[in-house]
């Protein structure tokens, strides 16, 4: 039973090997369409002043159920033009990293659900924010190592802006919230794929 356990071990990690450039390639254009719904979610959310935690926790879950769903079509749509299978031993290896950090996020989340005080806006902000880092950072070991690196940014700059927001001495600020949401799910995915996009092109070039 271990040596087969082994041995699949092995396969799984030699096919995420070998498919690190397919993943590179996937990657660019899910983190363009995460970053391009995560600024307008946060203009949304400016223009139309929302503002009640419960409505603010509203509009980014259904923002991260469009990303989650955007994001599987865009992953199928490449495994199917590579030839590959979409749910192969691999994308569950994957997926089984994410998974427990983002359920503590969305757990963590529903507290905005339940309870409409302004306030929790910033327990929705910096817990999915450190969690998401989290998920990305346990899905970089399967991926190119840009994704841990990301991560680490992500939870770095998460910390600091947690630490300037817990010192500031005004009320919350509801069109502040949606930009520091904008600025970590639209601006840092926009920059991290474009970056992809630009050093995948130029490989394809040379």
């Known amino acids: 039973m271990e040596s087969n356990w082994a041995t699949e071990h092995l396969q799984v990690i030699r096919t995420l090997m070998e ?10 254009p899910i983190m363009l369409f995460v970053g391009v719904m995560g600024m307008l979610a946060a203009v949304a959310g400016i223009a139309l002043q929302v503002e009640a935690s419960r409505a603010f926790g509203g509009l980014w879950l259904a923002t991260a159920m469009v990303v989650v769903a955007g994001a599987f079509v865009i992953a199928r749509r490449q495994a199917l033009q590579d030839h590959e299978p979409f749910w192969s031993p691999p994308t569950r290896r994957v997926a089984q990293a994410l998974l427990p950090p983002l359920v503590a996020g969305l757990l963590s989340s529903l507290i905005l659900l339940v309870f409409d005080v302004g306030h929790l806006r910033r327990l929705f902000i910096f817990p999915n924010v450190l969690f998401y880092g989290c998920a990305v950072h346990s899905a970089g070991f399967f991926m190119p190592r840009g994704m841990k690196l990301f991560a680490w940014f992500f939870i770095a700059l998460g910390g600091v802006a947690l630490l300037v927001t817990s010192l500031m001495q005004a009320d919350p600020n509801p069109a502040l919230d949606h930009a520091l949401m904008g600025f970590f799910f639209g601006v840092l995915h926009l920059a991290y794929g474009a970056y992809l996009y630009l050093t995948e092109k130029g490989k394809n070039a040379a």
């Open 19 to 28: 498919r690190a450039a397919v993943y590179r390639r996937a990657l660019a």
